[in-house]
């Protein structure tokens, strides 16, 4: 569980888009499973999922053929997504939800039916941009207990947060970006120890205060 901390315009979701080839990085690489994400996409990108701050969801399917369109898009037999439904669905409270159109559906539920669709492929790294923003609760609830579950049976988690508590609580590693370069990274404790600090609050504006009063944020 990698928890990817800096302030707004820091280049976290820039990184995130480059990581999964939305964008083209003017140098380097990237390898997802030992598959370069430009170069041989098709294959890293079956071992991906992508979750949005603003996720587009195609608002004139219902929930069901949302879901089953995911499916399609891996060419997932339609016996495996049928079943992955039934388990998904039931795992995120959507099966009284399965006709209503996404037009429809709040915040919260249109959310939950995008984790259910990433989730139908098994990806073997997530990546998830604010997971939590404007999300009840229950919702906050369900979403922490399942990344640290999948990230415990072994699925890597890339994250973004402005909830430093967050980032506490759940990562494994963590990194702080800053003009889009890593500045710190590594295990909390480490981090605190390394820094001085008590709590990764005091860390993380110790690391970035003097940027964002110079931009004047």
């Known amino acids: 569980m990698f928890c990817f901390l800096g302030p707004n315009g820091a280049g976290k979701t820039s990184t995130m888009k480059i990581m999964t080839g939305l964008l083209r990085a003017t140098s380097g690489a990237v390898r997802i499973g030992g598959h370069d994400i430009q170069t041989d996409a098709q294959a890293a990108k079956r071992l991906i999922g992508y979750i949005p701050d603003m996720p587009y969801v195609y608002e004139r399917f219902t929930s069901a053929e949302f879901f089953d369109f995911s499916g399609d898009i891996y060419n997932i037999a339609r016996g495996d997504v049928a079943q992955r439904k039934e388990e998904y669905f039931d795992l995120f409270g959507l099966n009284e939800h399965r006709d209503v159109l996404v037009k429809e559906l709040s915040h919260g539920l249109r959310q939950r039916l995008i984790y259910a669709s990433t989730f139908l492929h098994e990806p073997k790294v997530l990546f998830v941009d604010e997971p939590l923003i404007g999300l009840d609760p229950h919702t906050i609830r369900l979403i922490k207990d399942l990344l640290k579950a999948r990230s415990a049976a072994g699925m890597t988690v890339f994250m973004t947060t402005h909830i430093l508590t967050l980032a506490e609580d759940i990562g494994d590693r963590i990194g702080i970006i800053m003009n889009g370069r890593l500045c710190a ?33």
Not at 190 to 216: C, I, P, R
Request: aromatic share 4%; net charge negative.
């Open 185 to 217: 990274l590594g295990d909390l404790q480490s981090l605190l120890k390394a820094q001085g600090e008590e709590t990764l609050e005091d860390l993380f504006l110790k690391l970035t205060h003097a940027d964002v009063v110079k931009k004047g944020n």
